[in-house]
């Protein structure tokens, strides 16, 4: 006689489904993760509640020809402030700073503390030559230098409370812009995909001798009382960004890709701002 055979498929079914539902219980008994949202409120670091009304008045801008920096930075920021300040914005034309401060140079009368010259003791109009030299800015903003001449501007007080009593003394947003083309060369970090012969991926950081080719951006904001004319803020940034010298990028599209980045912290200073995010709570 022959025995009975054994029962091997159902006793490894059996083992199979034990071994399953051992690994959802332990799964169910681990830590379970949320993603909460946050706000994050950072305060302004100007206060501006004694304003109702800001004037974006203009820029002394200068660098490349491909942008118009001063009007670009003008609509820009207005725009922003429209939609996410509660200070009224005033329409009016950008104000040409670069003639503006030139002209206000030639007409600046001679310092007293540079004491007497041989100038002033020649005659009136050997005196006016030297002075209208002294005080001469550079005609076109070629680079950072050619910008520190002009701040004088902003130190003019009579002219911007001239000025912020022609807008019913709101607050003056104005400073420098110099938007200009960038080039480096040199060892850049990136990471390259490979596939070995099974068809698995791996990434390998490799370091290239590239030449890279963008635009700086150096905005400088000087945040002036219309009511006194005097400089109650200002705040200096830099950015520039940098493509494949292959690579064709227009010169206004590289110009606002970098005021992106500037955008928040230009805001920052007039209004609260909430920042945004997410914390990964385990349960």
């Known amino acids: 006689m022959t025995g009975p055979v054994p029962r091997r498929k159902s006793r490894s079914r059996i ?8 690994a959802a219980t332990m799964m169910a008994c681990g830590p379970v993760s949320y993603e909460i949202p946050i ?3 950072i305060q302004p670091k100007l206060d501006v509640t004694a304003f109702q009304r800001v004037l974006i008045a203009g820029f002394v801008a ?26 009224r ?26 004491g007497p010259s041989p100038a002033r003791e020649s005659g009136a109009a050997q005196n006016t030559d030297r002075t209208t030299a002294a005080v001469a800015l550079p005609p076109r903003i070629k680079e950072e230098k050619d910008l520190e001449p002009y701040e004088r501007l902003f ?29 480096r060369s040199g060892f850049v970090s990136r990471d390259v995909e490979q596939y070995d012969s099974f068809g698995r991926r791996r990434v ?7 030449e890279r080719k963008g635009f700086m951006l ?9 009511r006194s004319g005097a400089t109650m803020y200002s705040e200096s940034y830099r950015e520039e960004v940098l493509y494949n010298a292959q690579q064709s990028t227009p ?8 005021m992106d980045r500037l955008v928040p912290n230009f805001l920052s200073t007039l209004s609260s701002q909430k920042i945004r995010g997410t914390r990964v709570l385990l349960k």
Request: hydrophobic share 35%; no cysteine; glycine share 4%.
């Open 155 to 183: 130190a003019n007080t009579s002219y911007w409370k001239r000025i912020g009593e022609e807008y019913q003394n709101p607050l003056i947003v104005t400073g420098t812009v110099l938007f200009m083309p960038q080039s």
């Open 204 to 210: 390998i950081p490799t370091r290239t001798y590239m």
């Open 39 to 41: 706000e994050t409120p």
């Open 89 to 114: 914005v005033i329409d009016a034309d950008a104000m040409p700073l670069l003639e503006i401060a030139q002209e206000q140079s030639r007409s600046a009368p001679p310092d007293p503390q540079d």
């Open 218 to 226: 150096r905005p400088k904001f000087v945040f002036i009382d219309g």
């Open 251 to 258: 010169a206004l599209s590289s110009y606002f890709e970098l």
């Open 15 to 22: 083992v199979a489904m034990s071994a399953a539902a051992v």
């Open 62 to 87: 200068g660098g490349t020809d491909d942008v118009d920096t001063n009007q670009e930075t003008v609509r820009l920021l207005r725009s922003q402030l429209r939609s996410k300040s509660s200070l």
